[in-house]
């Protein structure tokens, strides 16, 4: 059965095409969820790529997409069937709260009053508050950023990717996103 949440048409069109794409993997109530957070409205940044109304979802659609035909098309072994889906649409769930809207103005803007800073870390945290992860769900999550996150952390990086080499395709899935697809 749809969910008829939509505050206009285009929400709605993308409240659909996560439920279709995702199928089993996403229950109604992580859809109310995540709408109630404002994942189909917001922009995917700022500053870089996806930077519309909407882009959010848009983008992680586009990452879930690419990880999933890499998944088919390389034979990726993931420890779970969802995964690839739920890594790909839930990876940049940092950005939740990452932008705002001032009252009247039509413009996002960053929310300088978020409390977790972070950026896989923090998307990790809230997409456990939506479902319980695996240890490679994490890892893939938290490192999707490959090495523009910290040189600091280009060592943790590697072994991430050692023990979970999906965590390198999670990274080339997002990068297919927004390099090659613009979003």
């Known amino acids: 059965m749809p969910i008829n949440i939509g505050r206009n048409k285009e929400e709605q069109e993308r409240i659909n095409t996560l439920t279709d794409f995702m199928g089993e ?3 109604n109530e992580i859809v109310y969820t995540l709408w ?7 922009p995917a940044s700022i500053h870089h790529h996806g930077q519309y109304d909407g882009a959010l979802f848009d983008h992680s659609y586009e990452v879930a ?13 993931w420890e779970l069937e969802r995964s690839p889906y739920i890594v790909g649409m839930f990876h940049d769930l940092c950005k939740l709260d990452n932008y705002k809207k001032s009252d009247g103005d039509e413009a996002w803007e960053y929310n ?48 991430a990717c050692t023990m979970y080499p999906n965590v390198l395709f999670t990274h080339t899935a997002d990068m297919i996103a927004a390099r090659i697809k613009g979003v």
């Open 25 to 27: 993997h996403i229950t």
């Open 36 to 42: 109630d957070r404002g994942f189909f409205v917001k």
């Open 65 to 77: 997409k690419a990880l999933v035909e890499l998944t088919q098309k390389l034979g990726l072994s």
């Open 112 to 159: 300088n009053a978020t409390l977790l800073p972070g950026h896989g870390e923090k998307s990790v945290i809230f997409a456990q508050q939506l479902l319980k992860l695996t240890e490679e769900e994490i890892y893939c999550i938290r490192w999707h950023m490959g090495a523009f996150d910290s040189k600091d952390n280009w060592n943790s990086y590697g072994r």
